[in-house]
């Protein structure tokens, strides 16, 4: 059976923004000022800086994408730290730690995150009454998403 049990106070939210999308990641953020206040906010260096300088947002920064944030907060997703990924990636253009972006979005994948790409997926994301809510993550060394996988089967059958 589903848990609709009340969500915690706030969610874990990691935002990171391409260079070329920077710019839309504050516009978003500014638009969604109000909702994002009630969380505990992640990003990359330069995202995490921008956020705290123009919109006043509290957030813990994390090494600068090719420097290894990406790893960072993929590495924070893994550990159940991290609850919801907000990444606008630019795919017109070539980044040399592309493998790095790919590894992030897996892992988002793998541990059954919600993941937006784009600021129209992100404001659907962060209006979501579903917001409210609690979420179990997976975590696959464990099996728990086989087991979680078998309860949505007999709760789907009930």
Same mark, same amino acid.
């Given at each position: 059976? +589903? #848990? ?14 391409? &260079?070329?999308?920077?710019? #839309? ?8 000022? #109000? ?51 907000? !990444? ?14 790919? @590894? ?18 992100? #404001? !659907? ?13 997976? &975590? +696959? ?13 007999? @709760?789907?059958?009930?």
């Amino acid at each position: 059976m +589903p #848990d609709h049990a009340p969500a915690p106070a706030g969610r874990r939210i990691a935002l990171i923004a391409h &260079d070329n999308k920077k710019q #839309d990641m504050i516009e978003w953020a500014e638009y969604n000022l #109000d909702l994002l206040a009630g969380h505990e906010l992640f990003a990359t260096a330069t995202t995490g800086h921008l956020l705290q300088q123009q919109l006043g947002l509290p957030v813990t920064c994390f090494r600068s994408g090719p420097y290894g944030g990406d790893q960072q907060i993929g590495a924070r997703i893994a550990e159940g730290e991290i609850d919801l990924l907000v !990444f606008l990636w630019d795919p017109l253009e070539p980044h040399p730690h592309d493998p790095d972006v790919k @590894a992030l979005l897996r892992v988002a994948v793998v541990c059954n995150i919600p993941v937006a790409c784009n600021r129209a997926t992100a #404001d !659907f994301m962060i209006s979501s009454p579903l917001m409210g809510r609690s979420h179990q993550q997976w &975590d +696959p060394a464990s099996g728990q998403a086989r087991r979680n996988q078998a309860a949505l089967t007999v @709760a789907r059958a009930g």
